[in-house]
């Protein structure tokens, strides 16, 4: 097999669900001849980290794990238009020509002693971390205050810049005016302040943004690996309102140079983008009728002055254009983050950022074929709408999950037109909601179906139409 083939184990549809409470950090070490990246955590956090709100892209976030009352699906920052319409791409920019192939980079092994020792003397610390059940610690000091490092087996890293703060000012007690109260510093001082840890953990070519976040500020820095720029593999400090770095977490993990994928244009990554597609959620909302003031009296069932009862959907009320074009402004090929059989690595991936309703975000899609990326099909549990031997266009339904797109690909033979179904996670961060969602999706066949029989690629069972039951 050749170092091409062994690299397609890894896919964004396997990636691990993100958390909008975890805080990640990567940073590259040079050390014992090779890379040290502390990289993304996909769980844990603090209380304080999972307040912060939504992710730094502008893409949406937020704690909320269900529809509002008026529908909006979890995830769906204020101003933010609701994913569940169609969601259309259009150029606005000259795209960048690929190279025929680009490289993944795997994470490699678990944290050591030394992994920790490096760290801690990148972060200033002048004692050696001391073992304990289950990873090394270092700091603080014996009061309780000054920062601590604390760095697991498991590679999860957490770093605190003090200790906790106290009324009580006795000698060797921090005290005076709370640092996490007030408004939060300019995006400049938050870059000031989180300079010194970016120099010391190797982070200086860096593409570095800042957001607020209720009185704090993240600065996040997103690496550069091989010579490409990188996303979901970024550094973020958490900046207080008295403009400190208080918080940063990670995972360290070396990089190893993985195998090269062939790599798709970013004009057929943009048609791809177009044919994806996402959940359906609810309009009605999430169930049940009662509102926390009854209308003039009216309770659950009843009917309104107007004459409208309340547990009735609302006909009268103007509709959410149910198309949203995404305009978009720059194409630059790189990498993110992805988690396979093999563990995580970083795949080729064409990086957007565009603009939606005078709003800038960015969004990506893989640089790799998906086919690539799941040489495997995997049994789907697609229905067919029902068509004619005439018909060029199949509409496919089946359930998926909030927080990722979803493409339907035909691979047409002159007995079968196989369908397989791929899922692309977004990759914001977003927290999402653990439940199943209707989607539709529509495949265009480069020529009638005729007597072909209309399979899953996975099986080679015909796939059963729309309102009857898989066998």
């Not at 120099?199 to 009185?215: F, I, N, Q, T, W």
């Not at 993240?218 to 400090?237: I, K, N, Q």
């Not at 950022?353 to 495997?376: C, H, I, M, N, Q």
């Not at 709408?385 to 990722?404: I, K, N």
Request: neutral net charge.
């Amino acid at each position: 097999m050749s170092e091409m083939e062994t690299s397609t184990d890894v896919g964004p549809g396997r990636r691990r669900p993100p958390l909008v409470a975890a805080l990640v950090a990567a940073a590259v070490l040079a050390a014992g001849g090779g890379t040290y990246l502390a990289v993304a955590r996909t769980g844990g956090g603090d209380a304080d980290s999972a307040r912060t709100g939504a992710p730094a892209d502008g893409r949406g976030g937020g704690p909320a794990l269900s529809p509002s009352p008026g529908g909006t699906p979890p995830g769906i920052a204020p101003g933010e238009p609701d994913p569940s319409g169609d969601e259309r791409y259009r150029v606005g920019v000259a795209l960048p020509k690929a190279p025929e192939t680009a490289h993944a980079y795997r994470a490699q092994g678990k944290a050591t002693a030394a992994d920790a020792a490096r760290l801690a003397k990148a972060l200033g610390f002048a004692g050696a971390p001391v073992k304990g059940p289950v990873g090394w610690r270092v700091g603080p000091d014996k009061d309780g205050s000054g920062p601590s490092l604390s760095v697991y087996e498991s590679g999860d890293w957490r770093y605190e810049a003090r200790g906790p703060s106290t009324d009580d000012c006795r000698p060797g007690k921090r005290c005076g005016a709370d640092p996490t109260a007030g408004p939060p510093v300019s995006d400049e001082a938050a870059r000031r302040a989180a300079a010194p840890l970016m120099r010391a953990l190797g982070l200086a070519d860096a593409a570095v943004s800042s957001e607020a976040r209720g009185p704090a500020r993240l600065v996040t820095a997103d690496p550069r690996v091989g010579g490409l720029p990188t996303r979901s593999w970024e550094t973020r400090f958490t900046v207080d309102a008295g403009g400190g770095v208080v918080l940063a977490e990670g995972r360290l993990a070396g990089l190893a140079h993985g195998g090269a994928y062939p790599v798709i244009s970013a004009e057929q990554a943009v048609r791809e983008l177009n044919a994806t597609v996402r959940a359906e959620w609810p309009r009605g909302g999430t169930g049940g009728c009662a509102t926390s003031v009854p209308l003039d009296g009216a309770g659950v069932g009843t009917v309104d002055r107007a004459g409208a009862d309340p547990c009735e959907p609302r006909t009268d009320l103007p509709k959410s254009p149910r198309e949203s074009v995404t305009t978009i402004r720059t194409a630059v090929l790189g990498l993110s983050s992805s988690v396979g059989r093999t563990g995580e690595a970083l795949v080729p991936t064409w990086l957007f950022e565009g603009e939606r309703d005078g709003r800038s975000y960015r969004f990506d899609y893989p640089a790799v074929p998906l086919e690539r990326l799941f040489p495997k099909a995997e049994p789907s549990e697609l229905r067919v709408e029902p068509y004619t031997q005439r018909d060029r266009r199949l509409g496919v339904a089946f359930t998926g999950g909030a927080c990722s797109r979803y493409l339907v690909k035909a691979e047409e033979t002159a007995e079968q037109v196989r369908l397989r179904l791929f899922e692309i996670p977004d990759g914001s961060g977003r927290v999402c909601a653990a439940i199943a969602l209707p989607v539709d999706a529509a495949v265009e066949l480069d020529g009638p179906v005729g007597d072909r029989a209309v399979v899953d690629a996975a099986t080679g069972r015909s796939l059963p139409r729309v309102g009857t039951s898989a066998k």
